[in-house]
């Protein structure tokens, strides 16, 4: 049986190293989070690790780092919650944890250098990286240093807390999330963003679909409603609600359109249509007949990829824009904002225009059709 004195020394040396891990992870996340958003901290200090060796695989690296940071959650998870409280338990884990896992998943962002695994792939694990320490260190703040388990309250969650039990959860999500990208592959990676962007595109492409119906719909209507109203001019049959639903209504394109508003509406969205066919021959023709990334990979590849990837990012949240100017029925901002998205469209389709090797090919035939329809109309 362990004596009072010697309890007393395990809990004093649990919030010791509690507190350590949380310093380290804190003093990591800064790092990851600054890397993630493509901002250099003079102040950030870097991790305590050493820098990795130019040879690690760095996917591989946030692979097994995360995997042992999953599995050591789990040890954690069950030691605070079942009886006995045994701190020298939790103390064994986290110090495994600070000696290997939580460095290791830095060093693997440190070693995905943006030269050999492009700009777009270093900032995104590096954001996957930063979120499975700032969860693991949410479940190690809720370490009990009183040398008493979890509470039912603490372990399960109630008012909007976050119980442990699901804290690990969080932590075991965030981790599969890196362990993905070992099997995903950068390739894989860029793939997976092109088709969200694509996703989005016909998301945007739908909307403007849906409202320019409901214009026409409404404009079917419009005799009906005038009648309804005229109705009941002279009655108290029209609620301050229904006034207020009119005036709340979205605005549709007039009859007679003096601004030009449905012609704008047509040609953005067939050139629309035609962006989200860039999206996909992007996929097909460039990215899926990428060179291995990074072994053997000339560094204009790379760099090629972090210059067209910021612009279609740019041109995808440029269209939530353009619908919204549509919604606004405000030719000046239509305008501009088409223009500017069509124009990163055009630069896309050129940036990605030459193949990784070779001559032209059949994308570069189709990519110089697709400039020619994207151009606004005279």
């Known amino acids: 049986m362990v004596s009072s004195k010697g309890a007393k020394c395990s809990l004093e040396q649990l919030k010791s190293i509690t507190q350590n891990t949380k310093s380290l992870l804190s003093q990591l996340e800064a790092v990851l989070h600054a890397i993630a958003v493509d901002k250099t901290v003079a102040t950030t200090p870097p991790p305590p690790s050493s ?61 995905c250098e943006a030269e050999k695994y492009t700009s777009v792939a270093r900032q995104d694990l590096a954001w996957r990286c930063y979120r499975v320490l700032k969860e693991l260190r949410c479940l190690v703040d809720a370490i009990p240093l009183d040398g008493k388990v979890l509470s039912v309250v603490k372990k399960n969650g109630a008012n909007g ?140 590849v790379t760099k090629r990829l972090d210059e067209v990837f910021p612009v279609l990012k740019r041109m995808v949240e440029g269209f939530n824009e353009v619908a919204c100017a549509f919604y606004e029925m405000e030719p000046d901002a239509i305008d501009r904002t088409m223009d500017a998205c069509f124009f990163d469209a055009f630069a896309a389709s050129e940036m990605m225009m030459s193949p990784w090797e070779g001559q032209k090919d059949e994308f570069a035939e189709w990519a110089e059709k697709f400039q020619v329809g994207i151009k606004k109309p005279d």
């Open 51 to 111: 820098n990795p060796p130019q040879s690690v695989d760095a996917l591989a690296l946030a692979h097994d780092s995360a995997s042992l940071i999953k599995a050591h959650t789990t040890r954690v998870s069950l030691l605070i919650i079942n009886e006995p409280f045994t701190p020298s338990a939790i103390i064994k884990v986290l110090n495994e944890l600070v000696a290997g896992p939580i460095p290791g998943i830095a060093s693997a962002v440190q070693a």
């Open 161 to 300: 807390d976050v119980g442990s039990i699901t804290a690990t959860g969080v932590i075991w999500a965030a981790c599969d999330d890196v362990i993905l990208l070992k099997s995903l592959g950068i390739g894989g990676l860029l793939v997976k963003k092109v088709e969200q962007y694509r996703d989005t595109l016909k998301d945007v492409l739908e909307e403007l679909k849906e409202w320019k119906e409901e214009g026409e719909n409404e404009e079917a209507d419009e005799n009906d409603q005038v009648e309804y109203v005229t109705n009941h001019l002279e009655t108290t049959h029209i609620s301050t609600q229904d006034m207020l639903d009119d005036f709340m209504s979205t605005q549709h394109i007039p009859r007679d359109d003096p601004e030009k508003i449905r012609e704008r509406l047509d040609s953005c969205m067939k050139r629309l249509r035609l962006t989200t066919l860039l999206c996909s021959a992007i996929i097909k023709r460039r990215l899926k007949t990428l060179p291995p990334v990074p072994t053997n990979t000339p560094a204009s």
